[in-house]
């Protein structure tokens, strides 16, 4: 358990707001122009370097700190991501990470940038959406996030709760909000029936291997046993970021 989570209690994870900083740059770890295994249909994702979050057994650890990564000047890099996004015909953006809303100007600025493309925004945080709005009567940062997020995965992964029934969310204290219509009817799909988690495995010329996606501990370990090393994880029901 981090020193953070053994101070505040899990019952207090993604309560503290998030301090703002500029939206000039934005530190991130890695774009994926489609995948199908981030949210629903085909969709772009972007993992943000950074979470001040800190839930124990979370399954990113390396993007918890605020170095590392690339800080890419946050215009330039929502251009070429839609541009990359709109040349694989995918329906939106999934923001992950790493923590979203620790880097909310920004990422406002890159969700804007694909809504304007005709593409919708799914975004994942620690933090609950009540609190986020409170928050973001202040924050212009955290307000203009929200405003351009269709789809948000909300709360602090708790792994003592496991949810083994909604796609995408790690702990059942976790909410699927839709905050737009675009997913309105998926969201109450997926409170009535549930759904299905995707893994994908990706390996490169020289045998470097990236997953991403969900499963649970035991499907994945008896799926990559002896594939070798792999550059980034995937989002199992053991963990949220
Ligand atoms: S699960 Fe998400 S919010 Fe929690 S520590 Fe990991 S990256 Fe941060």
């Not at 503290?16 to 295994?37: C, H, I, M, N, Q």
């Not at 924050?139 to 083994?164: N, Q």
Request: charged share 20%; glycine share 10%; aromatic share 6%.
């Amino acid at each position: 358990m981090t020193l953070l989570a053994s101070v505040l209690g899990t019952s207090l994870l993604g309560t503290v707001e998030p301090v703002a900083k500029p939206g000039t740059d934005l530190r991130w770890s890695r774009f994926l122009a489609a995948t199908a295994a981030e949210g629903p249909g085909l969709r772009s994702a972007l993992w943000v370097q950074g979470c001040s979050v800190h839930c124990p057994g979370c399954f990113n650890p390396q993007l918890w700190a605020e170095v590392g990564g690339t800080v890419e000047n946050t215009t330039q890099l929502a251009e070429r991501f839609v541009a990359d996004a709109v040349s694989a015909g995918v329906e939106g953006i999934t923001l992950l990470g790493g923590e979203p809303f620790d880097q909310a100007d920004a990422l406002g600025s890159v969700a804007e940038a694909f809504r304007a493309a005709g593409l919708t925004v799914m975004t994942f945080s620690g933090y609950p959406l009540d609190l986020l709005t409170g928050w973001s009567t202040t924050r212009p940062d955290i307000a203009r996030l929200l405003a351009a997020t269709d789809l948000l995965v909300d709360g602090p992964y708790l792994r003592d709760r496991p949810d083994a029934v909604r796609p995408w969310l790690g702990s059942t204290n976790q909410g699927i909000r839709a905050l737009t219509p675009a997913y309105a009817d998926e969201v109450a799909r997926i409170e009535l029936e549930g759904g299905l988690d995707r893994l994908e495995i990706r390996i490169r010329p020289d045998g470097q291997i990236d997953v991403n996606g969900w499963a649970d501990d035991a499907a994945l370990e008896e799926l990559l046993h002896d594939l070798g090393p792999r550059q980034d994880r995937p989002r199992t029901k053991a963990r949220l970021a």
